[in-house]
């Protein structure tokens, strides 16, 4: 089985400042990493996966991940914040052979002007 | 692309109703689907897996007579609350996949409050 540690409960920001997301998992196969942001009563929306390939993956809004196999990471980074990117964010993994998802408890980011 | 709806977005009802919530994959064919619940400042929390016609795979500790699922078509799951209780109160979120493929595209989620 697959479990994700998000190191960070709340991450509080100005704005305009650059944010990194700690991510560790653990998984004794292969696996695939997502992250996800969540708006308040909102579903889910994908910011950035990795499946394969290179390990620095740019997702939307500015958004980037490295994959560290070695470190079992996969932190999230953002260069320039801004107030909209207050959210909740999730990271997940799943085995490379299997679709289901396993998350983090979450990291709620907020952004001050 | 890649677009998920779920319905409805918010239900208030009686304890003792059975509310039944919608995912639709509106542009693509998704041969499965999963349900999940989310409490308050939680994580998410899988339900259950649903494959396009075959029985639904749900995870230790939940109830499969009390949340009834059911994907009949390549484009619609549905889970269905049965009698439902104040303790049934949550956010459920469904999410699709389209053909076996990566990632799994979430719906807007049904903020669910029973009386």
């Known amino acids: 089985a697959q479990s994700v540690t998000q190191l960070d409960s709340q991450v509080p920001v100005f704005e305009e400042a650059p944010v990194e997301l700690r991510c560790n998992y653990s998984?004794?196969?292969?696996?695939?990493l997502f992250w996800y942001v969540q708006y308040p009563n909102q579903g889910l929306q994908l910011l950035l996966k990795?499946?394969?390939?290179?390990?620095l993956v740019k997702g939307i809004n500015g958004f980037e991940a490295e994959f560290n196999k070695s470190q079992t990471s996969f932190h999230l980074r953002k260069p320039s914040v801004h107030i909209s990117d207050t959210a909740e964010y999730f990271c997940?993994?799943?085995?490379?052979?299997?679709?289901?998802?396993?998350f983090g408890a979450g990291t709620t980011v907020t952004v001050r002007a | 692309g890649a677009v998920v709806s779920q319905h409805p977005s918010r239900v208030i009802c009686k304890s003792g109703t059975s509310v039944k919530i919608e995912c639709r994959s509106l542009?693509?064919?998704?041969?499965?689907m999963f349900w999940y619940r989310q409490f308050p400042k939680q994580s998410l929390m899988l339900m259950a897996t649903?494959?396009?016609?075959?029985?639904?795979?749900?995870e230790q500790g939940v109830e499969k007579d009390k949340f009834l699922i059911n994907h009949a078509s390549l484009t619609l799951s549905t889970l269905t609350v049965t009698s439902a209780h104040p303790e049934d109160s949550s956010f459920y979120i469904c999410?699709?996949?389209?053909?076996?493929?990566?990632?799994?595209?979430f719906g807007d989620g049904t903020r669910l409050s029973i009386l």
């Open positions: 997940a993994v799943s085995a490379s052979n299997d679709y289901k998802l396993s």
């Open positions: 998984s004794s196969v292969s696996v695939y």
């Open positions: 542009d693509f064919q998704a041969t499965t």
């Open positions: 999410s699709a996949l389209g053909q076996g493929n990566q990632p799994q595209h």
């Open positions: 649903s494959n396009e016609g075959s029985k639904a795979t749900y």
């Open positions: 990795y499946l394969s390939g290179s390990t």
